[in-house]
T-cell receptor, first 111, second 115 residues
Framework: DAKTTQPNSMESNEEEPVHLPCNHS???????IHWYRQLPSQGPEYVIH???SNVNNRMASLAIAEDRKSSTLILHRATLRDAAVYYC????????????FGSGTRLQVQP | DTEVTQTPKHLVMGMTNKKSLKCEQH?????MYWYKQKAKKPPELMFV???????INESVPSRFSPECPNSSLLNLHLHALQPEDSALYLC??????????????FGPGTRLLVL
């Protein structure tokens, strides 16, 4: 999987929007952008994914730059339960069926 | 049911012990995975099973022995582990339909301590 770059940590206040950036300048045309998060003492969980267009689901929104070299995960109203490590992962087309996790962004949410 | 279960939740073992970790899913997924996660690090892939056959072994030492007895079960047999093998062991599963869009479902992990 192609490499992604994320800030090590970010801080937010409860009930405010959070924008988590991810750079993936070597992305190829067939790479899907996936986001997972890992809450404390739990396994990772899927958040959202996209290819070219912006995506929304009940957990978050994914904004993808026009050149696809970066993306942003948007949590519209952060809660204390959103405190987690967020991983941005590119799924490539070479047949590797596993996830290659980068170091992720540790999000802290203040009350 | 979108759950992956793992047992036990915690395991303490000596370096001469033999133990097994168990993972189960009933989502009909035909790909199952073992990941290892050291403290404050991201998960790292160990093994991948596709249709009950081992398809990827990430050069894992032979003291870790995976087994997929059927499409719902995945085991990881442990023997003669070292203290540096202490970690969180995560199981995951995925359906093949949808290709690169498909998501993985993770279990809560087994926290292993080797003394």
């Amino acid at each position: 999987d192609a490499k992604t770059t994320q800030p090590n940590s970010m801080e937010s206040n409860e009930e405010e929007p959070v924008h988590l950036p991810c750079n993936h300048s070597t992305i190829s045309g067939t790479d899907y952008i996936h986001w997972y998060r890992q809450l404390p003492s739990q396994g990772p969980e899927y958040v959202i994914h996209g290819l070219t267009s912006n995506v929304n689901n009940r957990m978050a929104s994914l904004a993808i730059a026009e050149d696809r070299k970066s993306s942003t995960l948007i949590l519209h109203r952060a809660t204390l339960r959103d405190a987690a490590v967020y991983y941005c992962i590119l799924r490539d087309s070479t047949g590797r069926r596993a996830l290659t996790f980068g170091s992720g962004t540790r999000l802290q949410v203040q009350p | 049911d979108t759950e992956v279960t793992q047992t036990p939740k915690h395991l303490v073992m000596g370096m001469t012990n033999k133990k097994s970790l168990k993972c189960e899913q009933h989502m009909g997924h035909r790909a199952m995975y073992w990941y290892k996660q050291k403290a404050k690090k991201p998960p790292e892939l160990m093994f991948v099973y596709s249709y009950e056959k081992l398809s990827i072994n990430e050069s894992v030492p032979s003291r870790f022995s995976p087994e997929c007895p059927n499409s719902s079960l995945l085991n990881l047999h442990l023997h003669a582990l070292q203290p540096e093998d202490s970690a969180l062991y995560l199981c995951a599963s995925r359906n093949f339909i949808g290709g690169l869009r498909e998501t993985q479902y993770f279990g809560p992990g087994t926290r292993l301590l080797v003394l």
